[in-house]
């Protein structure tokens, strides 16, 4: 059986995508942690950058998934949505 996804919900999936870019964004504060601790100088300013990741990319990734699927809803409504085959399993 042959589904298609025809809309995607712009807030709701952009809220998922922004917590999943969070979340990726902590290994940013992997490689902060240690510059703001060893380093002096401009390797701090960088480190204070790094910590700063997590929110940088929740930011960037929910204005930038809103965008994207706010352009897939127009697309699919003129070329038709991902097509997605699945199986009833009993």
Request: avoid cysteine.
């Amino acid at each position: 059986m042959t589904k298609q996804v025809v809309r995607i919900s712009i807030l709701q999936s952009s809220k998922i995508m922004t917590a999943l870019y969070v979340l990726m964004g902590f290994m940013y504060t992997l490689i902060g942690i240690p510059m703001l601790i060893f380093g002096s100088g401009k390797l701090r300013i960088i480190g204070i950058i790094y910590l700063l990741g997590p929110i940088f990319a929740g930011i960037f990734g929910f204005i930038f998934f809103v965008l994207f699927a706010a352009i897939y809803n127009v697309l699919a409504g003129w070329l038709g949505g991902f097509e997605v085959e699945i199986k009833n399993i009993e």
